[in-house]
């Protein structure tokens, strides 16, 4: 596996940065934080989230949208709580015995 690019460090590296237990930084935010232009943070976050790396904590209201924005947090941050994940190796104990 080929290492992550520079732009894809620098938004995880920012959301690392800005991540609170109240609150996720915006897409936005990660890319002011980070310096990255907001077509490749739209780009990069969407591939980030979708392999695992982030997850969104909750919406929020800004002023500069009128729907409510996604706050995202590392993923290493959320993975003790229940997200509806299911061990099927243990299922599969359980119903063959």
Same mark, same amino acid.
């Given at each position: @596996?080929?290492? $992550? *690019?520079? !732009? #894809?460090? =620098? ?9 609170? %237990? ?25 591939? @980030?989230?979708? $392999? *695992?790396? !982030? #997850?969104? =904590? ?9 729907? %409510? ?29």
């Amino acid at each position: @596996m080929r290492p $992550a *690019g520079e !732009v #894809r460090t =620098a938004l995880f590296n920012a959301c690392l940065e800005l991540a609170t %237990p109240e609150r996720g930084p915006t897409l936005r935010e990660m890319a002011a934080v980070a310096c990255v232009g907001l077509k490749a943070a739209t780009h990069t976050v969407k591939h @980030m989230s979708r $392999a *695992g790396q !982030v #997850r969104i =904590a909750r919406k929020r209201r800004v002023e500069y949208r009128n729907n %409510p924005v996604a706050e995202y947090v590392p993923a290493a941050l959320v993975d003790g709580q229940d997200d509806g994940f299911v061990d099927l190796s243990s299922v599969l104990r359980a119903w063959g015995g």
